[in-house]
């Protein structure tokens, strides 16, 4: 396969990374944001007070002006699986294409249609319809947050599917396998929760800075009344979910799991490595083996975690890519040699179809099937192994970060809803700086999410059926690092006119 | 219910349901007609904000018909979205980036901190309005013309041959761009360009109560209606006369066919009744609203809009049905895309179809909250009053 263009497949990988960070970087607040409003409009409603309705208001006029690029950017996510990424747009087009158009019918059209009332509506339509569309605004904004991470879940874990011979390509064969995939459920409650969390602490540091301000005092703290209730709950789910998705990928993707613990050697009674600071080990060039400069581990946890077992086996990097027999883990070239031997009788069986030879198309076929687990596998024939090996480092570091920030977050806004309760958060001075400094910390926990996802799934679109260089359009390298680098500025551009907007708006206060 | 229909009529349904979002998403264009017209409709700063603002309450609506017209595309026919849209890469890429300037440009234009200034926002609505409509009808006018470009499925399995391991495979270094080169994909364009203006001088005339537009959009209606019509008339005249892709229902092989695009109209008289009557509600509305101005011109978007979706969702109908190739290859005959060949398959085509029922039900509150929000038309002055101006 030395005829691939890796410098397309890279431009195309910087591409797709861009615009999903960009677009991330709004996503969240959205998710969250929306409840927060709704939850204020309620207490509006139930209470008639009219500072609730200014203070949903206020919140309102920032989410409005999230929303905007969020949308701007999540047009190009869409399209860009065809632009660049055609090969796969035809062979699990057939399942991923499903949770894409579901997401435009059921949940954008909710979005787009209610939060015209929601902006425009407060003298057109009566309170309790207003209220109506501020929820279905929320719902809708989760709702097409759903049908996308049950996208990604199933690129991740692929089932409900089978390869149709004849029409090169995944069927779907069952609807609620995908939908209902572990890895689909874990990623969406996870990634919906995260939003909250990140959606709460922006309220809440908002609001800090008008207490430091002294400006605006009784709508800063009912602001933070309501987002750390918000925020502790979620931020409660999220360790559940996040021990469940971290459970999925123990089981569904080994490697990228062995990254992220850089685990090298796999063993029973595995320890977590609760800290660690990693450099190479130049003993395996190319290996891309990593050993620890410091390490602080927990003895048993990381079995514990991945299996529910403190005694369980938890393979590692070598063991994936050089095998285990012993635990009936095969090779990576074994692997290779298997996906080689799917590709090659597949072409035997359609060539076998065309001449009209039935028995040997049959056994093409038998042979096809047999091997297909490992179909990507194939495209790495007499590449080296190591390949298939994710950035460690980035797994390593981006995953604990994410979980030391997410304790954080969670003390954070346990001690802010008690000091909020008894209305002595705003002689806190620390604890406001420090709320008001979480809000780039969120974003970074967040990103970092996703980028333990999906650095570590590499070099799969599809887990173990499609790597990266088979997914890519035929276009010219160049062709696309233009397209990056105008999405580049356009986004950059378009993110520094948002903090700045969004910056004066809040400047504003609640009474503006 | 669905999983009783043959594979083909769900195939069939489905190019219905597709053809008729796109026909949707024309209408839904007067956004960017209105967007192209900002600045000779409005002559003072606020009454160009009265003009976007009554733009800007229903962008949306036809972003997410965009998006959604894209996923049901992906959904219902995935070989169309890997070809065209990896083979026309950079049309597709001017379409969309002209879409990601217009969704931030109404929000930000007016806030203080925008950094780019409030010209620049309208400078992008202006440059949504034109690329989109187009860029977008000249796309659509491949339906009929073709592109150049291949799909073989084996070159999956091909590791040995030297070429890169891709399906489809567009021919040609413009990748799409010389699409536009082409007068008859270009007239399309014009076209719908000039129909989405007509469409929001229609809808400002429906909404906005100004005398001094109001008076503007009397003299623009017909300014762009005439051209609308001239581009309009060489595009369906060249469709009636010109030559087809027609597919072999046995052999599925795709030849060329004389008057291919009227014998599809003969064919099928439901659609040919649907472009009829489409062709004269436009013209009707048009008519009306500038002839008979004092008691009809708030109801020519109506006649108009509603004449719009039937001739788009007759025309793409046209291109789909009676085993005619869709997105047909100039290069290779036997690479052109049919509703056949590039679908989904009959399980996932089923699964969507059920969700397809959730459509009227779209439709129904996209209505109500329609006419709940525009029950009086809106002046400068009721303008003031709004918690909420873009």
Known sequence: MNHIDFSLVDWSRAQFALTACYHWLFVPLTLGLSFIIAFMETIYVKTGNEEWKRLTKFWMTVFGINFAIGIATGLILEFEFGTNWSNYSWFVGDIFGAPLAIEGIMAFFLETTFIAVMFFGWNKVGKKFHLLST??????????????????????????MKFNPDTARNEMVNFWQVLFSPVAIN????????????????????????????????????????????????????????????????????????????????????????????????????????????????????????????????????????????????????????????????????????????????????????????????????????????????????????????????????????????NKIETKKIILYTALWTIPLAYIASMLGWIVAEVGRQPWVIQDILPTIAAVSQLKASSVQLTFWVFALFFTALLIAEIGIMLKQINKGFNA | MFESLSLLSLQEYWWLIVSLLGALLVFLMFVQGGQTLIYSLGKTEEERTLLVNLLGRKWELTFTTLVTFGGAFFASFPLFYSTSFGGAYWVWMAILIAFVIQAVSYEYRKKPGNFLGQKTFEIFLVLNGLLGTLLLGTAVATFFTGSAFSVNKMNLLDLTSGNMPIISEWKGPAHGLEAALNPINLSLGLAVFFLARVLAILYFMNRVNHAVIMERLKKQLLHNAVPFLVFFLVFAGWLLFSNGFAVDPKTGIVSMEPYKYLHNLLALPVVAILFVLGVAAVLLGIIRSAFCFEKCHTKGIWLSGTGTVLTVWSLLLLAGYNHTAYYPSTYDLQSSLTIENSSSSHYTLTAMSYVSLLVPFVLAYIWYVWRAMDKKKISTEELKSESHVY
């Not at chain 1, 097409?144 to 879940?153: D, F, M, R, Y």
């Not at chain 1, 990623?187 to 939003?195: A, E, P």
């Open chain 1, 135 to 160: 929820w279905l605004v929320a719902i809708g904004s989760n709702l097409s947050a759903l049908w996308i991470l049950v996208a990604n879940g199933w690129m991740q874990l692929p089932g409900g």
């Open chain 1, 187 to 422: 990623k969406f409650l996870h990634t919906v929760s995260s939003g909250y969390v990140l959606a709460s602490l922006f309220v809440i540091g908002v609001s800090a800075w008008f207490l430091l301000k002294k400006r605006d005092m009784i709508y800063a703290k009912r602001s933070i009344i309501v987002a750390a209730s918000f925020g502790l709950l979620a931020s409660v789910f999220i360790m559940l979910t996040g021990d469940g998705s971290a459970r999925a990928v123990a089981h569904h993707q080994p490697m990228k799991f062995a990254a992220m613990e850089n685990l090298y050697v796999g063993q029973q009674n595995a320890p977590l490595a609760a800290f660690g600071i990693l450099k190479a080990d130049p003993s395996a060039p190319g290996h891309k083996k990593m050993d620890f400069r410091y390490l602080v581990e927990i003895p048993d946890v990381l079995s514990y975690m991945a299996f529910l077992n403190p005694n369980a086996y938890v393979p590692g990097i070598y063991d994936l890519v050089h095998g285990n027999p012993a635990h009936g883990i095969p090779s990576y070239n074994e692997r290779i040699a298997k996906g080689l031997t799917a590709i090659n009788s597949l072409a035997a069986y359609k060539r076998a179809r065309l001449a009209g030879k039935d028995s040997l198309a049959a056994a093409s076929l038998t042979t096809f099937e047999a091997n297909y687990s490992n179909f990507g596998y194939g495209y790495y024939a007499n590449r080296d192994v190591h390949e298939l090996i994710p950035s460690i480092a980035t797994s390593f570091y981006s995953f604990r970060i994410m979980v030391f920030l997410g304790l954080h977050f969670f003390a954070l806004l346990l001690v802010v809803l008690i000091l909020t309760v008894k």
